[in-house]
Each structure stands twice: as C-alpha cells, then as structure tokens.
C-alpha cells in the first residue's frame, strides 16, 4: 500500500480566524493538507527533551518517534525560510535533534497557474550548517574533484550505479497508482522514474553536492548497501565538527 502524498501548507490565517483541526482538500490528483496557526505555534514552544546521560542519540530517537509531521514540517519552514508543501517525513536527523533530510513526494504544487509539476529531488538536505559546508566544497571545486574521483575507482562505480537504481525505485514506489497514471500520461516518467540522484542519466557524472549527502545520510540512517560513495566521499572532507552534527538516524 503505497503512502498518500502529503502536501503542507504552513502559512498564517487571517486575523481572529480561529480554523479548526487540518484537513485534506481534494486537488486532483493530489491531496494538499493544509495545517493550522496553533500547529506552528505549537512547534515553536517545543524544545528536545534532556536525553539520559546527554545522549545525542537519544534525543534524536526520542525526537522522530515524538513529533508529529506538522510538527516537524514546521521546524523545516524555519530551517529554510519557507515550507517543504510535498514533504513526506524527515528521513534523517541532526545530533542536536533539527531535521537534516527530508524525503519528497515526487509531486508537487507549485503555484496557482501550475496545479501540479514533477519533483525529482528524493531526498533535500535541510540543515542550514550542513548545507553550508557543503556549499563550501563545492565553491572551491568539489563537484570536478568528486568527478574524476569517483571514475578512478570502478567499485565506487558500481556502487553509485546501485544507488541510482535505487533512488528511482524508491521515487517511483512513492507515488500512488492514480499519480502513476498522470505521470505517465503528461509524459514525466523521464523526469520521475528515469532520472537517479541529482536528477541524473548518467551515473558516471556529478553534479549538486548537496543531493548526493542528503542521500548519504538516509542510506546510512537505513543501513542500506551500498552506501553512496559520493557522499561518503564528501562526509570525509566536511570540517569534524559538521561531521558530529550529521548523526545518520532518522
């Protein structure tokens, strides 16, 4: 049984409206849920709790088995300045309990004039210190150096191809049967189910960083084999102290 798509909008009501609980409004063929003031009021009083020992762990455990969606749909906006409207879940989180990736639904809304458009990015690194730092590699020549790095070793290779592969299953499985159908028919599988990590053909290239961590961190927080050696690559070169952030737990 394959997920709803999970649309939120977390914007501000009008003054002295007082809306009740969120509710799904039928857009075909998608469901956009659209959360109230009061949630994200909610969100920001809410603060970890002191884990035993001072265990990071432990506060990442206890925060993704604790906060609800909206909840944590409403820490992302914060992150990034805006919200995630096709956000699915927070696929891994941060050592100081902040959501580092979210996993996507690979439709979204856009705006009014565009009901519906593909959205190939599987996983988005949301972490604002994270992103930085990689940001960083990637100004000082990261994708080019990470290119010629993973064509010298063939295992990492076959490796990456793996993880393509993978990426498009997980995509393609996300959508249900009814989105399946208006992908095909407005001619996206090439944007949907065609396209590995970083909206990418050829797994033998690199481009966007970024993608390629936030994939790292889920398949290290699933324990999946292989791992993306690209962001594996890249967790090696990031500073120790973003390194201790990056716990890979979700």
């Known amino acids: 049984q394959h997920p709803r798509p999970l649309f939120h909008h977390l914007q501000r009501h009008r003054r002295h409206q007082d809306p009740p609980h969120p509710r799904p409004v039928k857009l075909s063929p998608v469901v956009f849920n659209q959360s109230t003031r009061g949630t994200i009021a909610r969100a920001r009083r809410m603060r970890p709790r002191r884990a035993a020992r001072g265990s990071a762990l432990a506060i990442v ?10 909840e944590a749909a409403a ?3 914060r992150q990034l300045g805006y919200a995630v409207p096709n956000m699915v879940r927070v696929a891994a989180w941060t050592s100081d ?33 994270l992103s930085a730092a990689v940001s960083r590699i990637e100004a000082e020549g990261g994708v080019t150096e990470a290119r010629a790095e ?3 070793r063939p295992e990492d290779l076959r490796a990456l191809e793996e993880v393509h592969a993978r990426y498009k299953r997980r995509r393609w499985a996300l959508l249900t049967e009814e989105d399946r159908l208006l ?5 996206w599988t090439t944007k949907i189910y065609d ?3 970083a909206g990418l053909v050829d797994a033998t290239d690199v481009k966007c960083l970024h993608a390629h961590y936030a994939n790292f961190l889920v398949d290290r927080a ?26 890979p737990h979700s």
Do not use: C
């Open 150 to 152: 993973i064509r010298s």
């Open 222 to 247: 699933e324990a999946a084999d292989p791992i993306n050696p690209l962001g594996l690559w890249l967790h090696d070169r990031l500073p120790t102290d973003i390194q201790d952030i990056a716990v």
């Open 195 to 197: 396209v590995g990590v």
């Open 61 to 70: 455990t206890w925060m993704s088995q604790r906060m609800s969606l909206e």
């Open 97 to 129: 309990g902040e959501p580092a990736v979210v996993e996507t639904y690979p439709l979204r809304r856009h705006h009014h004039k565009v009901p519906v458009e593909p959205f190939p990015t599987l996983f988005w690194l949301t972490d604002r210190r």
């Open 183 to 187: 992908v095909e028919s407005r001619g």
């Open 75 to 77: 820490r992302v906006q």
